[in-house]
């Protein structure tokens, strides 16, 4: 999956650039992004005592669905917004602990490698818990509300289909290093002109992948549209969205290859970044990840943390 530097390193629903293959498929990804409780990077203490309004919503929104449908799976909502609380919380609150011991002095290449690799396995537990949500809402559709969400799959597609002229390409580069940029402001404060040159020459080095994404996107949504039509089980349906979303099973090649360089180039991109901050943009960083580190802690019934594996 593409990811922006800022995504990776922990606030998922500031994802812009990042994980672009993920973002489209809105009706699961945003129940997950919901869950991380981190919406726009606000307090996230108060947006996750909305979440299950926000996720009925979006659902509802999306999937067109009836008050029957949305009674029915209300349940299913309270109970995974629960184990999130219990199970999930305690990670995020060590990762971004974690993360703020590491970025008390310099970062090194070995912290930032385990950081990446903590973020990745948090980002798949909560895809696998957005999946369970998701399979019992999309076994209840019926016939026109399939007809409904293949509609909106096409008008995403059409939306976002990328074209290839250079032209095109320097804009959507140009427009990916705004994103990061903005990113990271909100991680570090005002950036420099050095930095900034920093993102622009990072980005500009990150295979565009936005066709083959597109390709593999609407591959994937078609298959799901075909077990929607033959009225599929829920346990077929979380299987192959788990298989899709979590584990990216039939991933093209190309697309699997590029992960590294792109993770890669992300990892330089922080490295540098961290070389280069003022005193200001460290206590600024700080002081972001305390925050984040603390509202996960306090939103626990009893406040834990996972097994620390990152520790500075």
């Known amino acids: 999956m593409e990811a922006g530097p800022f995504c990776v390193i922990g606030c998922a629903a500031k994802a812009s650039e990042g994980l672009e293959s993920m973002r489209k498929q809105r009706v699961w990804l945003v129940l997950t992004l919901l869950l991380v409780a981190a919406s726009g990077c606000t307090r996230v203490s108060v947006v996750y005592h909305f979440a299950d309004f926000f996720i009925e919503q979006t659902a509802s929104d999306y999937l067109s669905l009836d008050d029957a449908q949305m009674a029915s799976w209300r349940p299913a909502l309270a109970e995974a917004l629960a184990r999130h609380r219990r199970d999930e919380l305690p ?138 039509d033959e009225r599929a089980g829920e346990e077929r349906i979380r299987a192959y969205l788990t298989d899709w979303m979590v584990d990216h099973r039939e991933l093209p090649a190309g697309l699997r290859q590029a992960w590294p360089a792109i993770r890669g180039q992300v990892a330089g991109l922080l490295l540098s970044l961290d070389a280069s901050l003022s005193d200001a943009q460290r206590a600024w960083l700080r002081d972001r990840l305390s925050e984040l580190r603390d509202d996960f802690m306090e939103l626990q019934d009893r406040p834990a943390r996972a097994e620390t594996r990152c520790a500075a």
């Open 91 to 228: 990670y995020l609150a060590t990762f971004f602990d974690d993360f703020e011991r590491g970025t008390r002095e310099r970062l090194d290449a070995s912290t930032l490698e385990c950081q990446l690799n903590a973020f990745e396995e948090i980002y798949r537990r909560h895809l696998r818990l957005a999946v369970q949500l998701a399979a019992p809402l999309l076994a209840s559709l019926r016939p026109d509300q399939v007809r409904t969400l293949e509609q909106r799959f096409q008008w995403d597609a059409r939306e976002d289909a990328p074209t290839q002229s250079d032209e095109r390409a320097e804009r959507r580069a140009a427009k990916r290093a705004e994103r990061w940029s903005e990113a990271a402001e909100w991680w570090i404060g005002t950036l420099s002109e050095g930095q900034r040159e920093m993102v622009r020459e990072a980005t500009a080095s990150i295979p565009d992948t936005g066709a083959d994404w597109a390709a593999y996107r609407a591959a994937r949504q078609e298959g799901l549209i075909r077990l929607l």
